[in-house]
DNA sequence: CCAGGGATGGACT
DNA sequence: GTCCATCCCTGGT
């Protein structure tokens, strides 16, 4: 059975806008608490590092929370916020540069059972796991996974030949950075377009 | 030490 | 559309 991880190399490039819309397609899975759950990559978000005003890092900020955004690529970077929710991010670029990818939505394949104890609903649908939030609680990622190696067998990506076509991909402006001033504009959000892959 | 705010989601009008 | 739960993170006393 041929290794479909991707490798830790595939990570450490530093074009993280092309990374954030190559991640589309992409299988995210986890195994936490010996439940092996995980879906298809429907929705991301580029945050370009010390140059993006939406970036935990921006200007260079060093904190004990973004320290793991300074790792060279192929790890987790889990943070909480808004006191309830944690959000998963994948660490991307060579060491000490801090870009990321937000992952925003799965659509839900694996372990369904388990993601809909962890998140109390009832039927599986794309909405189960459509936000940044309800994938890391459907897939049991809290800060205990922060800056873990996504080469591991907790949280990994997996690429099953799946190519989504650049047309296919709405890219829109990011959610929920205001703050931003201009950057909020960057159209740095990625979103499979479904009308192309339901029928 | 402490105040202010947040890369959200669910419930409700 | 609005409201708000809830707590970590940060920067400033």
């Known amino acids: 059975m041929p290794d479909k991880k991707l490798p830790l190399s595939w990570y450490r490039k530093e074009q993280v806008v092309t990374l954030a819309q190559n991640l589309l397609g992409k299988y995210l899975y986890s195994n936490i608490n010996g439940q092996l759950t995980g879906g298809i990559i429907t929705e991301t978000e580029a945050y370009a590092g010390v140059t993006d005003k939406a970036s935990h890092a921006y200007n260079g900020r060093r904190t004990t929370r973004t320290e793991t955004m300074y790792h060279e690529g192929g790890i987790s970077y889990v943070y909480f916020t808004y006191g309830m929710h944690h959000l998963f991010n994948v660490v991307t670029g060579p060491k000490a540069v801090p870009h990321a990818v937000l992952v925003r939505g799965i659509y839900p394949l694996t372990g369904c059972d388990v993601m809909l104890q962890r998140t109390g609903k009832k039927s599986i649908n794309y909405q189960l ?14 800060r205990q996974q922060n800056g873990i190696s996504l080469s591991g067998n907790t949280i990994w990506i997996e690429d099953h030949g799946i190519k989504i076509a650049k ?33």
């Open 129 to 142: 796991t459509n936000g940044p939030a309800k994938l890391t609680k459907a897939l049991g990622i809290t």
């Open 167 to 199: 047309e296919h991909i709405n890219a829109t402006p990011r959610i929920g950075i205001d703050y931003a001033g201009e950057d909020a504009l960057l159209p740095y959000r990625f979103v499979i377009d479904y009308q192309h892959y339901i029928h």
